[in-house]
C-alpha cells in the first residue's frame, strides 16, 4: 500500500524535483516479491486473457469453437474416457477453458460414486466437459439435466456429448438461463426431487439458484449439492448464506485450480438436512 | 514465560482462587474456623473446671465433635497425632491420586475438617492455647499470603487483553505481547534510571537554562528554534535541554546535597546495560530450565497426538484452524517420514539450497551497497549545507533504511520456498536471514555516524582556535587591563559554540527511532488496517471472493514483529548514552504500541493458518536479544573509551576521556585507602589470573553439563530397553503359553 502512495508522489516530484534513485532502488525487492509470489496469477492471466484475445484475432474462432475442432481431431468418438483427456490436452498445453479439470474431476467421480444419483441437474455446462464426466459416473437408469445459457456453447457441448455416446435417455441438454429453468423442471420436465446437483456456472447466480431450487422443493433430504470454484474467483455470498442457514452439512474440498499450478481453489459438497 | 499463579502443592488455595473469582466472597471456611476455634477455646477454658469432676479416660465428644484432649490417654493423643498427620499428608498428595474430581473434592474437605478440628486440641495442657494460637496464625499468615499473590496477579498490566488475544490467536501470537510487556518492564526501570538519576537533578539543580553557553540556544538559531519543524527534528529548543548529553554542565557537584553529576551520569549510563544483561541472562536461563521436555525425536507421532492442542483457545474460528493445522502437521510428519526414508535427488535440493543463499547474499549485499551510497551522499549533503535539500534527500538515510527493512524480508520469504525446509527451520532461516539484514543496515549507519563524529572533531580544532582569537580580541577591545579585567557581560547566546559530536550522535539515534515508529505504525494502518477496510466493503462489488482470493485479512507476522521490537530495543540501548531522553521515548512508544497493535490484531488480523507451538522459539529470541545487546553496546563503549569528549559540551567536557571521573571521584570523594585498593585491584597481575580462573570455571561447567546431558541420554535409552523388555515380557507370557500349548 505504500508503493501507491510512492507511485502517486513520484510523478509530482519528477516535475518539480529529481527523487533519488536511492528510494527508487528500495522498492525492487517489493516489485520482485509481488512478481514472484503471484506469478501463477500472472501465468494464468497470460494463458486465459492474452492468449484467448491473440488467438480470437487470428482464427476468427471462438475460443470453444478451437477446443471443439481440436477435440474432434483427436479423440475417439464414443469414449468418453479420450474426449475428456483429449480436452485436458487442449486446456493445458494450448489454451485455457475453465473446465473442471482432472484433479477437482476426480473428486467429483469420487462424489458421484459414493452418491449413486438417479436425478442429476447440471448448471453450466459450457462445452460440456463436466456433463460428459458426470454422465459416465452415473449408474444405470439415471439422467442428467445439463443447463446451458448460452446458445453457442450449448451448440459445441451438445455436439460433444452425443460424440462421448450419451444418448438423450441420459443426458438432456436444456438451453435456457438457470432462473428460467428451475421453476419449470417439475411442471416441465417431471422432476420430484433431484438426487444431485452440480453448479459450474456465473457465480453471483450461485446463491439465487440455491433459493430457488430450495423454494421449488425440488431437493429433498441427502440431496447433493457440488459447487465449483468456492476460492478462485470464488463465491463469498453463497458461503455466508451457507455458514447462516443451517439448512445443509457443508465441507469445501481444497484442491488446485484446474490446469495451473500454485492456485489453490475448492469445491463446496453441500447435503441438504430439509427444514427442521 | 508464563506467570505463575498457584504455588504448587497448595490445594486450598486453587478452591479458594475459584472461589473468590466466582462468588467474589471470603474464604467461607475461614470464619466457622475462626469461631470453632473460639468455641475450643471457651469451652476447653470452661471444661477445665468439669474434667475434674468427671475424670473419665475415654474421650468426651460433644454435639460438634468437640474433644477433650485432658481426658485422652497419651498413647490415644499420639494415635490423633498420627491420625492428623495422616490427614494432613493426605492432603497433601491428593493431587497426584488418580480420583475423579468429586471424591478428591469431598475428600478435601472431609480431610480438612478433620485436620481442623483435631489439630487445635493437640497442643498439651497451658501450651495449648499458644499451639493454637500459633496454629491460627500461620493460616492468617497463609491466607495473607495467598491475597498477595492475587493481588500481585490482579497487578499485572493487560493481563485480560493478552489473554483476550491468546484465546483468538493462539500462544504465538500472544507470546509477542508478552514479550513487549516484559519489554516495557525492562525500559520503565531504565527510564526510573536515567530519569531519576540523570534527567531531574540537572533540571532541579543544575544551572537553569539560558545560564551558560552550553545551556542556551545561539543566537544564529535563535529565529526558528520554536518551529514545529525544527522541534520535530529535535533541534532548537529540544536540543538544548535535558534531553540531550550537550546541556548537562561538567560541574563536579551540585545543588545543597552535593550531587555528582558527571559521575551519576556515567555510572546511569554502565548500570542500564549491566541491569539488561543481567536480566537478559536470567530470563535466558529460566526459560533453558522451563523447556527441554517433549522435543524427543523418539515417538514422534505420540507426541504430536496427545500434545498438540492449545487449551487457551477460546473462540470456534481459532479451534477449526488449529485443528486444520494439526491435520496438516500430521500430513506434513507422514511425509518426512516417508520422504526420509526415500532420501531421493538430494543433489537438486542441495543445489536449490545454495542457490537460494546465494540469492539471499546478493539481496543483503545489495542493499549494504544502497545504504553505504545513501549514506555517503548524506555527508556531501552535509557538507553543502543542510538547507539547500528537500525534505526527501534530508532523510534518505533513514527512509532507504526503513523501507529496506520493510521489503528485504519479504523477498527472503519468497526465495526460502526454493529451499524445501520444515517450517520450523524455515521460520528460524528466515529469522537468521532479517536479523543479519537489520545488522548490516544498523553498522553502516553506525560507521556513517563514525565519518561524522570525525568531521566534527577536525571542526573542534579550529573553532577551539577561533575561540581564542575572539576571546583575546575581546580582552583587547574592553581595556588594557590585565590582572584585574572586569568580567566581560556577553550574553551566553553570543559566545561561539564547540561542535558537540556526542549530541549529534543522540540526534540521530532518536531520528531514526521515531522514523522507525512512523513507518511501523503507518504500515500497521495501511497495510492491515485499509486492507481491511477495504476488503469488507469492496467484497460486494467485486469480481473475486476478496476474503477467500488476493488481499484477504493480513495475519499477524510474529517473528517480523519480535525482530522490530529487539533491534528497536538495540538502538535504544547503544543511544542511550548521549541521549538520555531515549528510554522515555521507547516507553511512550512501547505503551503506545501496545494498545495500538493489540487492537489491531483484533480487528484487522485472522488466526494464521499453520500454528505452531511459540514455546521452542522463546529461547531463539532472547538469544538474538543477548546478541543485540552486546553488538549494539559495543559502539558505545568503543566511542566512550577511545574518543575524547567535547570541550564544550557535556558532563565529560575538559577531561581527556570520559572515564576519568571515575579516577576524580576516586581521589576525591573516597578515603585514600580506598583508592589504594582499587589501585591494586585493577593492577593487571590481579586481573589476569582473575579472568583466567573464570574462563576455566566455565570451561569446567560446560563439561559438566555436557556429561550430564549424556547421563540423560543414556538413562532414557535404557528406559526405553527395559520397556521394551517389559512389554515382551507381557505378550510372551500372555500369548507365548497359546503358542507353546498349540504347538
Known amino acids: 500500500m505504500t508503493l501507491l502512495i510512492k507511485c502517486m508522489y513520484l510523478p509530482f516530484s519528477f516535475y518539480s524535483r529529481m527523487v533519488s ?36 484475432c487470428v482464427t476468427g474462432l471462438s475460443r470453444e469453437e478451437r477446443a471443439f475442432q481440436y477435440v474432434l481431431t483427436n479423440s475417439t468418438p464414443g469414449d468418453p474416457d479420450s474426449i475428456l483427456d483429449a480436452f485436458d490436452y487442449w486446456c493445458s498445453k494450448v489454451e485455457f477453458i475453465s473446465n473442471i479439470g482432472p484433479k477437482k474431476g476426480k473428486i467429483l467421480d469420487r462424489l458421484l460414486l459414493e452418491q449413486s444419483p438417479l436425478t442429476v441437474l447440471e448448471l453450466g455446462a459450457h462445452c460440456g466437459y ?90 429433498g433430504k441427502g440431496s447433493m449439492i457440488v459447487a465449483d470454484n468456492m476460492l478462485f474467483p470464488g463465491a463469498p455470498k453463497f458461503l455466508r448464506y451457507l455458514r447462516k442457514c443451517g439448512l445443509y452439512e457443508w465441507k469445501i474440498h481444497r484442491a488446485m485450480l484446474e490446469y495451473s499450478r500454485g492456485i489453490r481453489d475448492g469445491m463446496a459438497e453441500l447435503i441438504y438436512q430439509g427444514i427442521k | 514465560p ?92 491428593l493431587r497426584g491420586k488418580p480420583w475423579p474430581m468429586k471424591q ?9 475438617l478433620f485436620v481442623e478440628k483435631y489439630e487445635g486440641a493437640l497442643g498439651k495442657g497451658k501450651g495449648r492455647k499458644l499451639y493454637a494460637y500459633k496454629v491460627m496464625m500461620t493460616k492468617k499468615w497463609k491466607k495473607f499470603q495467598r491475597d498477595f499473590e492475587n493481588f500481585k496477579t490482579a497487578c499485572i498490566p493487560w493481563e485480560m487483553k493478552i489473554k483476550e488475544i491468546e484465546s483468538h490467536f493462539g500462544s504465538s501470537v500472544a507470546s509477542y505481547f508478552i514479550f513487549l510487556r516484559w519489554m516495557y518492564g525492562i525500559n520503565m526501570i531504565l527510564f526510573g534510571l536515567t530519569f531519576g538519576l540523570v534527567m531531574v537533578p540537572e533540571a532541579l ?59 551519576s551520569y556515567f555510572l546511569v549510563g554502565v548500570g542500564t546495560v549491566a541491569y539488561s544483561y543481567m536480566v537478559v541472562i536470567r530470563t535466558m536461563a529460566r526459560n533453558a530450565n522451563e523447556s527441554g521436555v517433549g522435543d524427543d525425536n523418539s515417538f514422534n507421532f505420540s507426541w504430536k497426538m496427545f500434545t498438540s492442542w492449545d487449551y487457551l483457545i477460546g473462540n470456534p474460528e481459532t479451534a477449526d484452524n488449529k485443528f486444520a493445522s494439526i491435520t496438516t502437521s500430521f500430513k506434513e510428519a507422514i511425509l518426512e517420514e516417508q520422504e526420509s526414508r526415500k532420501d531421493d535427488n538430494i543433489h537438486l535440493t542441495r543445489f536449490l539450497r545454495v542457490l537460494a543463499n546465494f540469492l539471499v547474499l546478493c539481496c543483503l549485499a545489495g542493499s549494504g551497497y544502497l545504504i553505504y551510497f545513501v549514506v555517503r551522499r548524506s555527508q556531501k549533503f552535509a557538507l553543502d549545507g543542510l538547507e539547500n535539500h528537500t525534505w526527501w534527500e534530508r532523510n534518505e538515510v533513514n527512509m532507504v533504511m526503513s523501507l529496506l527493512g520493510m521489503f528485504c524480508p519479504m523477498l527472503f520469504d519468497v526465495i526460502s520456498a526454493l529451499e524445501n525446509y520444515h517450517p520450523r527451520v524455515a521460520l528460524q532461516w528466515q529469522l537468521g536471514r532479517i536479523f543479519a539484514l537489520f545488522l548490516g543496515n544498523l553498522y553502516t549507519f553506525i560507521i556513517a555516524l563514525m565519518d561524522a563524529i570525525n568531521l566534527k572533531r577536525k571542526e573542534e580544532k579550529v573553532v577551539k582556535y577561533n575561540i581564542t582569537m575572539w576571546e583575546a580580541s575581546l580582552y583587547n577591545g574592553t581595556g588594557s587591563e590585565n590582572s584585574t579585567a572586569p568580567p566581560v557581560t556577553i550574553h551566553p547566546a553570543d559566545v561561539p559554540r564547540g561542535p558537540c559530536w556526542e549530541t549529534m550522535v543522540g540526534q540521530e539515534f532518536v531520528r531514526l527511532i521515531i522514523s522507525d515508529t512512523m513507518t511501523t505504525y503507518i504500515t500497521l494502518l495501511i497495510g492491515d488496517f485499509l486492507r481491511a477496510v477495504l476488503v469488507r466493503f469492496l467484497n460486494h462489488c467485486w469480481c473475486w471472493d476478496l476474503e477467500a482470493g488476493f488481499p484477504s485479512y493480513s495475519e499477524f507476522d510474529v517473528s517480523g514483529n519480535v525482530l522490530g521490537l529487539i533491534f528497536n530495543q538495540g538502538m535504544i540501548w547503544m543511544g542511550a548514552f548521549y541521549a538520555p531522553c531515549l528510554p522515555a521515548l521507547n516507553l511512550l512508544r512501547l505503551h503506545v504500541s501496545m494498545y495500538l497493535q493489540c487492537w489491531a490484531v483484533m480487528c484487522c488480523n485472522v488466526p494464521q493458518e499453520r500454528v505452531f507451538k511459540a514455546s521452542g522459539s522463546n529461547n531463539f529470541y532472547m538469544a538474538m536479544l543477548l546478541v543485540i545487546l552486546f553488538l549494539s553496546t559495543l559502539p558505545a563503549i568503543y566511542t566512550i573509551v577511545t574518543i575524547p569528549p567535547s570541550f564544550d559540551c557535556g558532563p565529560f567536557s575538559g577531561k581527556n576521556r570520559m572515564f576519568d571521573v571515575i579516577q576524580e571521584t576516586l581521589e576525591s570523594d573516597f578515603p585514600a585507602w580506598f583508592s589504594k585498593v582499587f589501585s591494586y585491584a585493577s593492577n593487571p597481575g590481579l586481573v589476569l589470573p582473575f579472568i583466567l580462573l573464570m574462563v576455566l570455571a566455565i570451561y569446567y561447567l560446560q563439561s559438566t553439563s555436557k556429561s550430564y546431558r549424556e547421563a540423560n541420554v543414556e538413562l532414557k535409552n535404557k528406559l526405553q530397553m527395559v520397556t521394551q523388555r517389559l512389554d515382551n515380557f507381557v505378550f510372551l507370557t500372555s500369548y507365548g503359553s497359546d503358542f507353546i500349548l498349540n504347538a
Open chain 1, 21 to 56: 534513485p536511492a528510494i527508487a532502488l528500495a522498492f525492487v525487492p517489493l516489485l520482485l516479491t509481488l512478481i514472484i509470489k503471484y506469478r501463477y496469477y500472472f501465468v494464468l492471466f497470460y494463458r486465459a486473457v492474452l492468449v484467448r484475445i491473440w488467438k480470437d
Open chain 1, 130 to 219: 463436466s456433463t460428459v464426466r458426470i454422465a459416465r459416473a452415473l449408474p444405470l437408469g439415471a439422467r442428467l439435466y445439463s443447463i446451458e445459457m448460452d446458445q453457442g456453447n450449448a451448440a459445441i457441448a451438445e455436439k460433444i456429448i452425443r460424440l462421448a455416446g450419451f444418448d438423450d435417455d441420459t443426458v438432456e441438454l436444456i438451453v435456457n438461463p438457470s432462473d428460467e429453468v428451475i421453476p419449470r423442471l417439475r411442471s416441465d420436465y417431471n422432476l420430484e426431487r433431484l438426487d444431485f446437483v452440480f453448479m459450474d456456472h456465473w457465480k453471483k447466480c450461485y446463491l439465487p439458484d440455491l433459493q430457488l431450487l430450495e423454494e421449488y422443493g425440488l431437493l
Open chain 2, 2 to 93: 508464563r506467570p505463575s499463579h498457584f504455588s504448587p502443592g497448595d490445594e486450598d488455595f486453587q478452591e479458594n482462587h475459584e472461589r473468590q473469582k466466582h462468588k467474589g466472597k471470603r474464604r467461607n471456611g475461614d470464619r466457622p474456623k475462626n469461631k470453632r476455634e473460639n468455641q475450643r477455646r471457651k469451652r476447653s477454658s470452661n471444661s477445665e473446671p468439669e474434667t475434674s469432676e468427671e475424670s473419665e479416660d475415654e474421650e468426651e465428644v460433644n454435639n460438634d465433635g468437640e474433644v477433650r484432649p485432658e481426658l485422652l490417654s497419651p498413647e490415644e493423643l499420639e494415635k490423633l497425632k498420627e491420625a492428623v498427620d495422616e490427614k494432613k499428608k493426605l492432603i497433601q498428595s
Open chain 2, 104 to 112: 478428591k473434592l469431598v475428600t478435601l474437605r472431609e480431610s480438612q
Open chain 2, 205 to 263: 539543580m543544575g544551572r537553569p537554562y539560558g545560564s551558560i553557553p552550553r545551556k542556551t540556544v545561539p543566537r544564529a538559531e535563535e529565529a526558528g528554534a520554536m518551529d514545529f519543524a525544527v522541534l520535530w527534528d529535535f533541534g532548537g529548543y529540544a536540543q538544548y535541554s535535558v534531553l540531550f548529553y550537550g546541556y548537562y554542565n561538567n560541574q563536579r557537584a551540585i545543588g545543597w546535597f552535593k550531587f555528582r553529576m558527571p559521575l
